[in-house]
């Protein structure tokens, strides 16, 4: 199928054009940094009469990058290497076919659609995504993968307009471009404003997780990591003095007592832990008796407050152990897959914006609210009601086991329970 292949990455080449674009881009990554800091001031002036809990969004993959990129304000060189397409052109025509013709250039706004107000009514205190996108001029394609996604610098408000606080970067598709593509990517990012986790320049890089401030109530904290169930593969791995994704090499005890160490060593009283993992394959419903395991040993052992799974195309189960939510997979938040047939029976193109709050002192979970959304026109948009109704009814399925079910609110949104 079209894009949907699980690859490996090539070695690192040279420098490209990304001092160039870095530097012609200053003045624009600049203001969008000024511009978050502006959004920061205005959740602080809301903590101060707010709740104190901390209400996060979170979500699965999101790619900006190939079809998408050719819609933007300013699309990149569309060529690609892939066995069936030459052109990212190809895949907003493929969309086109589907549900009829999307505007170009679009706005830096336009892609996420109904999520703009969606954030502005729900309010999350910080918004985390997995990027499976490089972020980069560069044509170092890695010569061992079939598939490489990245978005031109220069589109780089479209991440921006979402107000993203952290992006995961621990996937496989991160050294798309090898070295000097990751290399951009955080450069461009970090000059945003935006945090990243799980992929850097060298092992601590690829290791550190996101501190993301909190005023008023805490902090939260972003590890990350890409396994190889879902691609990301050993070679991939970030060394000593070699650039790549921060790889869990299985779900050991090991494993389990390393994310501990990892944890203990930054946690303080009130910080809520985020542990992101890239695992498991693209289409299936099935939860491994490992990774359950995995998951709850994380909470356990390790003082993992969220576990955000991501790499399926499609939303899996949800659970709640200790109070404390383990989402298996988010699905696809954007992407440029619409045209592409195969898989139907998954809805691929239906996600959730997963907004899980929680209280800082215990860490337990207190409520959590999910939106519906539906890709369209390379655009994410509020669900139709049959679609809310799949998803509902696809959760509570696979919640039976995991002991959680879901309710559908007047207003469309679904309302996690559990026991």
């Known amino acids: 199928m079209i894009g949907f292949l699980k690859d490996g990455a090539g070695k690192a080449s040279g420098m490209n054009r990304r001092r160039f674009m870095l530097s012609a881009g200053g003045a624009l990554l600049s203001g969008l940094a000024h511009a978050k800091a502006a959004r920061l001031g205005k959740r602080q002036m809301i903590a101060t009469t707010a709740s104190r809990k901390i209400t996060l969004f979170l979500c699965g993959d999101v790619m900006t990058g190939r079809g998408i990129d050719q819609i933007l304000p300013h699309p990149g060189e569309p060529h690609l290497r892939e066995p069936y397409l030459r052109s990212a052109v190809e895949y907003v025509k493929l969309a086109e076919r589907k549900s009829g013709r999307i505007p170009r250039p679009v706005d830096f706004g336009y892609v996420w659609g109904d999520a703009l107000n969606e954030w502005e009514r729900m309010r999350p205190d910080v918004r985390i995504a997995n990027l499976e996108t490089t972020v980069t001029s560069s044509g170092n394609a890695a010569p061992n ?159 993992v407050d969220v576990v955000h799974g991501h790499s399926s195309h499609h939303v899996k189960g949800i659970e709640v152990y200790r109070d404390r939510p383990i989402l298996y997979g988010c699905g696809d938040f954007l992407n440029d897959y619409e045209g592409i047939a195969g898989y139907e029976e998954f809805r691929g193109d239906l996600a959730l914006m997963y907004f899980p709050t929680l209280e800082p002192a215990t860490g337990k979970l207190e409520h959590f609210a999910m939106t519906p959304t539906q890709i369209r026109q390379f655009r994410v948009g509020r669900a139709p009601e049959q679609g809310v109704r799949w998803l509902a009814d696809t959760l509570n399925r696979e919640g039976q086991r995991l002991g959680t079910r879901v309710a559908i609110d007047a207003d469309g949104t679904l309302r996690l329970h559990w026991r």
């Open 145 to 303: 993968k079939i598939i490489h996604y990245r978005m031109n610098p220069e589109n780089l408000p479209c991440l921006t307009e979402a107000g993203f606080d952290g992006l995961v970067l621990a996937n496989n598709h991160a050294m798309d471009f090898a070295s000097t593509g990751l290399a951009e990517t955080l450069d461009t990012l970090h000059q945003a404003g935006i945090s990243t986790v799980g992929a850097g320049r060298n092992t601590q890089e690829a290791a550190t997780p996101a501190i993301i401030k909190v005023p008023g109530k805490g902090r939260v904290l972003v590890f990350a990591w890409g396994m190889p169930s879902s691609g990301v593969t050993r070679d991939l791995a970030a060394g000593i003095e070699r650039s790549g994704v921060n790889v869990l090499p299985d779900l050991s005890q090991e494993a389990v007592k390393a994310v501990a160490r990892q944890v203990g060593a930054v946690r303080r009283p009130r910080d809520i832990v985020v542990a992101s993992i890239h695992w498991g394959d693209n289409w299936n419903f099935s939860i491994l008796r490992e990774e359950r395991d995995f998951a709850r040993r994380l909470i356990d052992i390790s003082g």
